[in-house]
């Protein structure tokens, strides 16, 4: 059962664009949603996180909005850049982490 | 501090054949965890540990698959028989606890390719 459910599978922007990858949980005990970023050979490494109780955090260009009624989230990437290329996981928890099935990201430049 | 380490980062085998995979969580972590990666399932969580115990194991595919944890730096999962379909790479991470604040660090990955 998939219980984090992450969309598009993949993505192609120009660079200085925004990235958009949306994210959509189920299960209501969740209380904590970060975000990880993965380059390929690597393992994935924590990019940002938020609690229910915020709609919004940013860490430079890099924003998560949150929408606790419509058990939704997403990641804004601001000023794309050929750097940002990687697959981008989100991520549920309450104990454990449930991850989405990621997101290709390919910066255009 | 390395950071976690895995070893090896990649392995071909012959379906039938054992194989282990070896982890060293960070120094101080009390949390082990390994997950699977595929195109097709994304990232599982198969295991977890808490200083050594096995917590929840529920994410193991079948009984071809065992990990353990001797002591606090070393952690192997073992599969036995391996077959084709258990072709994936192999991530070990550690956290300090379960808190938000406690982040989950990844290994590089162990490559496993069942011939």
């Known amino acids: 059962q998939q219980q984090v459910k992450q969309s598009p599978q993949s993505l192609i922007v120009q660079k200085g664009g925004i990235s958009i990858i949306n994210c959509a949980y189920e299960?209501?005990?969740?209380?904590?949603f970060p975000w990880y970023q993965q380059f390929p050979g690597k393992g994935p490494a924590l990019l940002i996180a938020?609690?229910?109780?915020?709609s919004e955090k940013k860490e430079g260009r890099f924003t998560i909005s949150f929408n606790k009624s419509a058990k939704q989230f997403s990641l804004h990437i601001m000023d794309s850049q050929p750097g940002d290329s990687a697959t981008y996981f989100c991520?549920?928890?309450?104990?454990?982490?449930?991850f989405g099935a990621g997101t290709i990201l390919r910066v255009k430049s | 501090d390395a950071g976690v380490i895995q070893s090896p980062r990649h392995e071909v085998t012959e379906m039938g054949q054992e194989v282990t995979l070896r982890c060293k969580p960070i120094?101080?972590?009390?949390?082990l965890f390994w997950y699977r990666q595929t195109m097709m399932r994304g990232l599982e969580l198969l295991i977890y540990?808490?200083?050594?115990?096995?917590?929840?194991d529920s994410g193991m595919p079948e009984d071809r698959f065992s990990a353990k944890m001797p002591n606090a730096s070393f952690s192997t999962l073992k599969i036995q028989p391996s077959e084709p379909r258990d072709s994936a790479v192999y991530f070990c991470?550690?956290?300090?606890?379960?808190?938000?604040?406690?982040?989950?660090?990844f290994g590089p990955g162990t490559r496993l390719t069942v011939l």
């Open positions: 991470a550690s956290s300090p606890g379960l808190a938000m604040a406690d982040e989950q660090f």
């Open positions: 299960n209501t005990a969740f209380d904590y």
């Open positions: 120094s101080g972590h009390d949390y």
């Open positions: 540990f808490n200083n050594n115990v096995p917590i929840d």
């Open positions: 991520a549920a928890s309450w104990d454990k982490l449930v």
């Open positions: 938020i609690r229910p109780d915020v």
